[in-house]
Every structure is written in C-alpha cells, then in structure tokens.
C-alpha cells in the first residue's frame, strides 16, 4: 500500500461494513462510533471508530468514551482507521496508548467473467451445519455461538454463507453481504483438517460471483498484515490493500 488512502473509498467501505457486521449498541460522540456487542470477541463491535470527527475534540470524545467502558465493566479500544485524523494519533501517542493488530482493508474488483465454483453451496441464511462449522473452525467457544447467530439475524444486507465440501463434507467457510455496489467477506474460515487445500479460496471465489450476481462491483476484506499465507491466497484473487487500520488500547 503507498500513498495515502482514498479517502471516499474509506468512508463507502466503513459505512458498508458497519452494516454487514453492524453492532448492536451504538453511542455517537462527536463523529465517532462508540460499538458494544456484549459477549462477542469481534473489536469491530467493540470499539470507539471514526466515522466523521469533528474537529478538537478527541480528548473529550475519548474521555466520555472510556467512562461509557468502565461503567459497564469493560476496557475501552480505539480502532484508528485513515478517517480517524492526525489529532486522535496525536492524543493517543501523547497518552502513551501502543498499536495492535494491524490489519489491511483490501479490495478486488468484480469482473464479469467470475462464475460459480464447484462443490461450493451458497445459502441465504446461515444453517445450523455453516453456523456450527465456521464456528468451530474459527474456535468460537460455545459461550458465544448464539450471539454470533443473534448478530448475523440483524444483518439487513443481503447475505449469502458458503460451505466448501470436499467428498460432500462441508471443510470451509465464508460469508458475505452485499449492497450498494460493494461485497464484504467476512468469516473466513477452514477445518484445520482440510486446511492448504484451497477450500478457502474456493469459498471467496464462489462469494466474488455470487456479489456479482447481486450487483456489486468491488469486494473487500479484512485481514492482519502478519497473515502472509492469507494474504498470499487473496493476492491470488485480485485482492490489493486499500488502507489499514490498527486497535489502540485506551
């Protein structure tokens, strides 16, 4: 990634993704998001996100936001995002607060030459056998399975969860959400029995045409920069970095 970061792009692709992965508590702030999502590991929903600053007040905004975290009992996590501004990474630094988990937002087109994979099935809703092996897969513990299920039920976008089968056993996962123009994955995931056999990439392939089909033109993702093999397979689908993000422990 080199150069800034298309700024429109940024927005059109954290408003897209805060309603394919939308929390289920939002406090605005100044033109940040404070997300809570009781009992869901996911930091997106758990995080105070820029979505349109205002000017000269991320130290009260961050303030607010960390008595909102404390009263109920959890820490409070910054997600810097391009949109977040030189006054919040100024604030952050001067209060000594390190970065985490860098993640890179990357984007591929949708050409219409994309067709359907084989021994992939799409469905439009989230089965007990998709449900049950993503999450499995992505060593969800039991406590939090139905709040996974509860979060993907409030997804208003059209979603479509492929299941990758290898001798008609479903061994990877991945789901997306489409709409205006644009396709999220998310939820990737592989048996770690079936893994480095392609099921993965697969799956996204088949969610690539199957956007397609819903009228988006561009897919995104989400991934850590420390995942080289990850990032090696979406690299192989056309996949390049848009910008990146990084949490902040506040």
């Keep these: 990634m080199s150069g800034p970061a298309d700024r429109a792009l940024v927005e059109?692709?954290?408003?897209?993704?805060?309603?394919?992965?939308?929390?289920?508590?939002?406090?605005?702030?100044?033109?940040?998001?404070?997300?809570?999502a009781t009992g869901s590991r996911s930091k997106r929903i758990n995080a105070l996100t820029p979505m349109d600053p205002a000017p000269g007040t991320f130290a009260e905004t961050l303030d607010l936001a960390r008595r909102l975290c404390a009263d109920r009992g959890i820490g409070c996590t910054v997600r810097i995002t391009p949109l977040a501004g030189a006054e919040a990474e100024a604030e952050?630094?001067?209060r000594g607060i390190p970065e985490l988990d860098p993640t890179a937002v990357e984007v591929a087109p949708l050409g219409p030459t994309l067709a359907a994979e084989p021994d992939i099935r799409i469905e439009p809703t989230p089965d007990g056998g998709w449900l049950a092996g993503m999450t499995k897969a992505n060593a969800v513990p039991d406590s939090e399975k139905a709040v996974v299920a509860r979060?993907?039920?409030?997804?208003?976008l059209p979603q479509g969860f492929a299941t990758a089968l290898e001798d008609g056993?479903?061994?990877a996962f991945a789901r997306g959400a489409a709409g205006n123009g644009l396709l999220?994955?998310?939820?990737?995931?592989?048996a770690p029995e079936a893994r480095r056999r392609g099921h993965a990439r697969r799956a996204v392939k088949a969610l690539m045409a199957w956007g397609r089909r819903q009228g988006a033109m561009r897919a995104y993702l989400q991934v850590q920069e420390a995942n080289a093999p990850?990032?090696?397979?979406?690299?192989?689908?056309?996949?390049?970095?848009?910008?990146?993000?990084?949490y902040r422990p506040a």
């Excluded at 993704?17 to 997300?35: D, M, S, Y």
């Excluded at 999220?184 to 592989?190: Q, Y």
């Excluded at 990850?230 to 990084?246: H, K, N, S, T």
């Design 184 to 190: 999220g994955i998310f939820h990737v995931a592989t």
């Design 92 to 94: 952050l630094a001067r």
């Design 230 to 246: 990850a990032r090696a397979l979406y690299a192989e689908l056309g996949f390049r970095a848009a910008y990146r993000y990084v």
């Design 12 to 36: 059109a692709l954290e408003r897209h993704c805060a309603k394919a992965w939308p929390a289920p508590e939002i406090v605005r702030i100044h033109g940040w998001e404070l997300r809570f």
């Design 151 to 156: 979060l993907l039920g409030d997804v208003l």
């Design 169 to 171: 056993e479903p061994v």
